[in-house]
């Protein structure tokens, strides 16, 4: 995920202006990707899916990503004219098979790069987290996945992004999860926290 792109997807989540972002955030679109053989079985056992644990876990979009699927999908009785008024809540599924062979789905929902501007990436897939504040991240999986990233070897705190793991390589399958620190502003009080990106090139 670009630079530009997570500010952009910052300044949405804190409820701040974006004119250093242009006028497009990217559509949402409603697929499902399958990693599969080495970068699968990579990718599932940093998610904590291999070996003896847990076989899918749900990954709940934050509220950008969660107001550009209600732009795709228009599933309200009432229309909702902005993120405000209710935009319903929504979940990635990742799950993981070991046989016959490795492989790992996510879905069903992402941000297109490529319908972006500035800076698009077509052929490029994300969704983030909610907002996680310091020392109030909680117990989901999000939480899980931020509390052991900071045990992987490359955190590093104060850059941009603090974190960045990537499973395969473009131009063949690619996942990656990066993880920034940023301030939020949307109870009105200034807050530090974490938002974990995970961006795919499925190949």
């Known amino acids: 995920m670009t630079w530009l792109f997570r500010f952009c997807m910052v300044s949405v989540m804190a409820a701040v202006s974006m004119p250093a972002c242009g006028a497009r955030f990217p559509n949402a679109v ?5 990693l599969s053989g080495a970068t699968a079985a990579a990718a599932a056992a940093f998610f904590g899916l291999a070996g003896n644990g847990p076989s899918s876990l749900a990954l709940r979009l934050g509220p950008g990503e969660a107001w550009a699927v209600y732009l795709l999908k228009q ?5 909702l004219y902005n993120d405000n008024n209710g935009s319903p809540p929504r979940d990635n599924i990742v799950a993981f098979t070991g046989a016959p062979a490795p492989a790992l789905t996510i ?4 941000l297109d790069q490529g319908t972006q501007l500035p800076a698009a990436r077509p052929g490029y897939f994300t969704f983030g987290s909610p907002f996680m504040p310091e020392g109030g ?4 999986p999000w939480a899980e996945l931020l509390r052991h ?3 992987e070897e490359g955190w590093t705190p104060g850059a941009w992004p603090e974190f960045q793991r990537c499973f395969g390589k473009a131009p063949g399958a690619e996942l990656c999860v990066e993880v920034y620190r940023f301030k939020e502003f949307m109870t009105g009080v200034e807050r530090n926290g974490h938002s974990i990106a995970l961006t795919l090139h499925p190949g």
């Open 30 to 34: 409603e697929r499902s990707f399958t």
């Open 75 to 79: 599933d309200t009785p009432e229309p």
């Open 107 to 110: 879905g069903p929902f992402w």
């Open 137 to 140: 991240e909680g117990t989901g």
């Open 149 to 151: 990233t900071r045990q």
